[in-house]
């Protein structure tokens, strides 16, 4: 998951933009991390951040508005999922978590990423990588 917020943002950045993220490139290693939450708290983090921007469509805000739903509901913050969420996690049973890691948190956070990106420098865009990072390797809260 973090390795598609990294790869959006590479391609959302300039040449030189690129250049300055290599530095981060050793802090990946050891970043997967299974379950809902981590993938969940990367894509409320981004799709956040791509709201808070200042050029979004119609269709942009509602999809990011039902992705972040969605990801607060994994969160534990909403009591009941909405939009496509309400089927696949039923669907799905246990391998639901699987489903949501590699197709549908991915695109959640590629889209807010390039959201993000049309108003965003390169400086805001690495800054944005390295919450992510940090938000990965924060140790998951027990309960």
């Given amino acids: 998951m973090l390795s598609s917020?990294?790869?959006?943002?590479?391609?959302?950045?300039?040449?030189?933009?690129r250049r300055d993220l290599l530095p981060l490139?050793?802090?990946?290693?050891?970043?997967?991390?299974?379950?809902?939450?981590p993938s969940a708290r990367l894509v409320a983090l981004c799709v956040s951040t791509a709201l808070t921007s200042g050029e979004i469509t119609g269709d942009e805000r509602r999809r990011?508005?039902?992705?972040?739903?969605t990801a607060m509901h994994l969160l534990g913050a909403e009591e009941h999922p909405t939009g496509a969420a309400r089927w696949w996690l039923r669907a799905l049973g246990?391998?639901?978590?699987?489903?949501?890691?590699?197709?549908?948190?991915?695109?959640?956070?590629?889209?807010?990423?390039?959201?993000?990106?049309?108003?965003a420098n390169d400086v805001r865009l690495k800054s944005l990588l390295k919450?992510?990072?940090?938000?990965?390797?924060?140790p998951a809260c027990s309960s």
């Fill in 131 to 138: 919450l992510c990072l940090a938000a990965q390797l924060k």
């Fill in 25 to 37: 490139a050793p802090q990946f290693l050891d970043t997967a991390r299974p379950g809902f939450e």
């Fill in 64 to 69: 990011l508005a039902a992705a972040h739903q």
């Fill in 5 to 17: 917020v990294a790869r959006a943002v590479h391609d959302h950045s300039s040449s030189a933009g």
């Fill in 94 to 119: 246990h391998r639901s978590e699987a489903f949501y890691r590699t197709f549908v948190a991915t695109e959640h956070a590629a889209e807010a990423v390039a959201v993000a990106a049309r108003t």
